[in-house]
Nanobody, 126 residues
């Protein structure tokens, strides 16, 4: 079982940056494919980005590509989501997700991830 704890959310203005963190425990990060999803009330949770266990593959949702960047620090068992040039439409609860894996697999569908954090709120004002 993997436990995930997100942090770093908050209220910012459009154009600002935020860095979200996801601390994992219960498994070494190097054995996990990791992802970030986000959800707005009344809408389905949507994929944001994923990074392979090998760290050499990433996949970004089109609307965040070029603005968001995912990274992982296996020594700290933590994954980061650097969010730049934030827009009001980025406002959502952001969730970290994990799946035990190896190599270069990436998953963009939430059904593939059995482990989830509690979420952290990101609010971007215009």
């Amino acid at each position: 079982q993997v436990q995930l704890v997100e942090s770093g959310g908050g209220l910012v203005q459009a154009g600002d940056s935020l860095r979200l963190s996801c601390a994992a425990s219960g498994r070494t990060l190097s054995s996990l494919v990791m992802a970030w999803f986000r959800q707005v009330p009344g809408k389905q949770r949507e994929f944001v980005v994923s990074i392979s266990a090998s760290s050499d593959r990433t996949s970004y949702e089109d609307s965040v590509a070029g603005r968001f960047s995912i990274s992982r620090d296996n020594d700290k068992n933590t994954v980061y989501l650097q969010m730049n040039s934030l827009k009001p439409e980025d406002t959502a609860v952001y969730y970290c997700a994990a799946r035990q894996s190896s190599g270069r697999q990436i998953y963009t569908l939430q059904d593939f991830y059995p482990n989830w954090g509690q979420g952290t709120q990101v609010t971007v004002s215009s």
